[in-house]
């Protein structure tokens, strides 16, 4: 008598996404460190920064949404508006910076906002708990740097600095639980 082996697959999501992901927390973490570290860094810094990690986590996004094609079009909106807004601020940060921070926490804000809306979204349709904080977490800075501009646009060094850190570590904790899932 002969025994055959069965592979089950590990997990019905590709194995690619979960170290994407963690690429992803880590730049946010180590973008994070440095604004909380560094609080006398530049505006023009910080949306150097800022857009890189949209441009990314843009880019990230399209490429999950062609590996994994669940819920595609949230992965498409997010990527899109994370390559616009990340070329934006890279192409552009002394310009960025000089005409009216008070506009870029509103830009800030609201596409924190939109991030956190999907990331939501995904979430409640079985994407996970840790992209269900991560939109909320998203979605309450959003909030934040809506509610008074001109204050925010003081404090907001740290205040991505906070996000970026968060976020990044809630997307870290969630790569492990897609790797080992």
Known sequence: MTSASVAVPRSATPPVTWWMLLLRGIAS???GVFLLTDPAATIVTLMIFLGVYWLIGGVLDLVTMFIDRTNAGWKAA?????????????????WAGILLPALLVWIMGLLGLAIGLVQLVHALRGGGWGIGILGAVSIIFGLLLLGNPIVTAIVLIPVVGVW???????????SFRLRTA
Not at 83 to 90: D, E, R, T
Not at 165 to 171: A, D, L, S
């Open 164 to 174: 970026a850190v968060i976020g990044g570590v809630v997307e870290m904790i969630y």
């Open 78 to 94: 997010s990527g899109i508006l994370g390559i616009v807004a990340g070329l934006a601020l890279v192409r552009n940060p002394l």
């Open 29 to 31: 973490v180590l973008i």
